[in-house]
């Protein structure tokens, strides 16, 4: 992913010494709108304090200590951990979503990077693994307890976020693989329709059914509904959107969700592998 090194420190600032490949340590800033341009720019100067690898927010991702090498965000879990990453404070939600998107992607891509596991706060010391502040206050020592007040603020459970980290923001609670099927021809009906966040949705009817439990949203791959489809449940839809990695299906809502639109990841945009059945 894109990441701007504008204040990346330089050479001969922070610390020098490679970082045992064991945590990957995640924050939140803390600070009501703490923007990550600003949290980047405020540790870039103050970096004999404290500093991590990446701030993360809604505009992007800004590089601050050098990936690999110890930070210091986290006091004695620091030596184990190549990269930290803190995400921005804010109190507008379509914010908080799309920082929280850019939190999750890059915490995955140097999860891989160095062959961390993609678990959320798994054991205790020693255990490798995506961990939080607060496992780090709880496990290793000190007195921070985020990020989970904060995600909590915007929706985003224990579990949610464990979920994200292992599975990315695609839709689907579960990364087992899935059998290609040939759906049927669903009967179409010409044209587009535009959703208020601007999701383009080609008119197509259907039932999509999943083989997996997925989870529902209010826009395709964003903002969601705290609902889930399970394994076998019946969608009628009306269209479908492709947005970033994966198709979602649009279907009228019902009880509190009567008069708006969901949608359900029904398949990825690039394998084309499906997540279920069509009918």
Known sequence: MDINTQYALATGEGDNRKAENLYGILHDVGTPN????????YEKRTYNNAYVTFSVGAEGVFQIGEPGYVAWGAL??????PFQIELENTYDQADFEKGYANYIALAREMADRFGIPKTLD???????????????SDNIGGDHQDPYAYLASHGISKEQFARDLANGING?????PVTQSAPSTPQ?????????????????KGVFKPN??????????????GGVWNA????????YVTNGAFVYVAYDG????????????????NTREPFGTFE
């Open 34 to 41: 703490g923007s990550a341009r600003n949290v980047a720019s």
């Open 76 to 81: 004695d879990a620091n030596p184990y951990a």
């Open 122 to 136: 798994a054991g205790g010391a020693g255990t490798p693994g995506l961990k939080t502040h607060k496992w780090v």
């Open 172 to 176: 689907a609670v579960t990364t087992a």
């Open 188 to 204: 179409v009906s010409s044209g587009t329709w535009t959703d208020d966040d601007g999701s383009v949705v080609t008119l197509e």
């Open 212 to 225: 997996q439990k997925l989870r529902d949203w209010y826009y395709p791959g964003y903002k969601p509904t």
């Open 232 to 239: 076998g449940d019946s969608i009628n839809y009306k269209g």
């Open 254 to 269: 019902y009880g509190q969700d009567a008069g708006r639109t969901c949608y359900v990841a029904c398949r990825d945009a």
